[in-house]
Nanobody, 123 residues
Framework: QVQPVESGGGLVQAGGSLRLSCAAS????????MGWFRQAPGKEREFVAG????????YFADAVKGRFTISRDNAKNTVTLQMDSLKPEDTAVYYC????????????????WGKGTLVTVSS
């Protein structure tokens, strides 16, 4: 079974940028739809961005459109979330998840989850 592993989280000032990376342990990510989700303290986990297995179709939550970019490099077996113009509201634990083809990018539709990486955006 594929096991996503996130990296790249940290502390950044508002307006700054971070780049998160997701790699696979155990199996290649090729052939999976991949999504990034986030969860702030006391809140439910929410969808952030998704990318089809081909890398040709991407999807974003309204809150991050125009600021975040998702991409994948199947040759390197990685999925990247580039986060620009970060806001304090972006503070959360970010999770990488994998699944077969999904319709609505709901957290319940994702089959395999990483353990998360913390992103903190200061004012």
């Amino acid at each position: 079974q594929v096991q996503p592993v996130e990296s790249g989280g940290g502390l950044v000032q508002a307006g700054g940028s971070l780049r998160l990376s997701c790699a696979a342990s155990g199996r290649t990510l090729v052939g999976y739809d991949m999504g990034w989700f986030r969860q702030a303290p006391g809140k439910e986990r929410e969808f952030v961005a998704g990318i089809r297995r081909s890398g040709t179709s991407t999807y974003f939550a309204d809150a991050v459109k125009g600021r975040f970019t998702i991409s994948r490099d199947n040759a390197k077996n990685t999925v990247t979330l580039q986060m620009d113009s970060l806001k304090p509201e972006d503070t959360a634990v970010y999770y990488c998840a994998a699944s077969g083809m999904v319709s609505n990018w709901l957290k319940a539709d994702m089959a395999y989850w990483g353990k998360g990486t913390l992103v903190t955006v200061s004012s």
